[in-house]
């Protein structure tokens, strides 16, 4: 066994948050598993390792929070993504049958006639913000009509998500600003959405159709609710704009997509590796577990870094190169095991439809202001401007 390197890191400092990743290449190259003895919690670096600790949810469990702040873990319960089976299984299965591909599969339509027209309006315009005039809008729109969610309340949500990964941060500004925001989110799913105000026949009526057939308990069906406004929507928008962000910063890369779309899932795969939107969460060992010949003591707090996974060069080569023909699908943006993500199928089809219009309607744009927002979960982009310049 080989002692477990201790480093003097800030993962959450202002720095780390805007831009991780030169932080991520110096963990991996201390070690595979570090100790960081200021906050008390093992950080796991390369792609094995966290692929390893997410497919075994027996040793690193959910159950105790996938934060690293302990009043953020108790704030946020015991819903779906905080539990372990048999509680996740059920929570899971009711919102699996909404939300796997081939129901959703259905709504293609939808999803491609909303990037369409929302497209087709912006481009006319030549240039806007791609975060707060077309991310934002579509997938609020898009995942708020697929729930049933009002139009009421609406204006909140990117806050309220945004609130709701600052509090899986540890005790900081950030973590200590959002408590009120995701408490407002807290009660607007739990007090304000009763079943009456969502619509009949979308995913937030069935999840609460589920309680009252007795498939879940009546307690939970808001708390399902509330995972699709907590992680449905600002997710999807971070990966949005991450395509057009890297699309427009590598000319070389938009013309090989452009001129072959057959690589558009590989280009979303892609996007989704080198710039994925959750950076991190927790878990707790149920053991004393043994990770690439180092121990991590049983109860202690393991911090998965999906988006140093992403770049970890044994796994990805080169992997701080865009390149919209590597395909990697093995990578861990949804993560993997029971808590993958059950929206990567809606999110993937979000993405693709809104480059899809991308492709049709754009020869030539150009980027600037990108700005980086600080969230002690997510990496994303606040602004962007985004400017066309077809000829003609
Ligand atoms: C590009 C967009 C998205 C990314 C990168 C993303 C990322 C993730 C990741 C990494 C997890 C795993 C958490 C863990 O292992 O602890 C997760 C779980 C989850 N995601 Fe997503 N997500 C996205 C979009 C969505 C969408 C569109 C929805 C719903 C409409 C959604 C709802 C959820 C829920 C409810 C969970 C918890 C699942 C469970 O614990 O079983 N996400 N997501």
Redesign the pocket.
């Known amino acids: 066994m080989t002692p477990v390197p201790s480093v003097d890191v800030d993962l959450w400092s202002d720095d780390v948050l805007v831009d991780p990743y030169p932080m991520y290449a110096e963990l991996r190259a201390v070690g595979p598993v570090v100790f960081d003895r200021d906050r008390d919690v093992f950080i796991l670096t390369r792609y094995d390792e966290i692929r390893r600790a997410?497919q075994d949810w027996e040793t690193f469990s959910?159950a105790q929070g996938?934060g690293v702040g302990e009043k953020g873990n108790r704030l946020a319960g015991n819903g779906?993504?905080t539990t372990d089976p048999p509680r996740?299984e059920q929570l899971?299965r009711v919102?699996n049958r909404q939300?796997v591909a081939q129901t959703v599969a259905k709504h293609q339509n939808y999803l491609e006639s909303t990037a369409a027209a929302l497209v087709a309006a912006l481009v006319d315009r030549k240039s806007f913000d791609a975060v707060t005039e077309l991310a934002q809008p579509f997938s609020i729109d898009v995942?708020g009509s697929l729930t049933g969610l009002p139009e009421e309340g609406r204006e909140h949500f990117m806050r309220w998500a945004d609130n709701g990964f600052n509090i899986t941060g540890p005790d900081n500004d950030l973590a200590r600003e959002s408590f009120g925001g995701f408490y407002e989110m807290y009660q607007y799913c739990f007090e304000f959405l009763t079943p009456g105000r969502l619509s009949a026949g979308r995913w937030g009526r069935a999840f609460h159709e589920a309680g009252s057939g007795g498939e879940i308990e009546p307690d939970a069906c808001a708390g399902l609710v509330m995972?699709?406004v907590w992680?449905?929507m600002d997710?999807?928008v971070n990966?949005i704009s991450a395509a057009l962000h890297l699309l427009g910063t590598h000319s070389d890369q938009w013309d090989r997509l452009r001129g072959d779309p057959s690589l558009m899932s590989s280009a979303i795969a892609e996007v989704?590796r080198i710039e994925?939107?959750?950076q991190r969460?927790t878990r707790v060992t149920t053991t004393d577990v043994e990770i690439s010949g180092v121990v991590i003591p049983e109860g202690a707090r393991v911090v998965l870094l999906?988006g140093s996974a992403n770049r970890d060069e044994r796994r990805f080569p080169d992997p701080d190169r865009f390149d919209v023909s590597r395909n990697p699908t093995d990578h861990l943006?949804?993560?993997r095991g029971?808590?993958?993500?059950?929206?990567?199928g809606?999110?993937q089809q979000e993405m693709r439809a809104v480059v899809d219009q991308w492709v049709a309607h754009v020869d030539q744009f150009e980027v600037s202001g990108a700005s980086w927002r600080r969230n002690n979960g997510l990496h994303g982009l606040d602004h962007l401007t985004v400017t066309i310049t077809n000829e003609d």
């Open positions: 997410v959910s996938v779906v993504l996740h899971r919102m939300l995942v995972a699709i992680a449905g997710t999807t990966a989704l994925p939107p959750v969460f999906f943006a949804f993560g029971i808590h993958r993500c059950v929206g990567a809606l999110a």
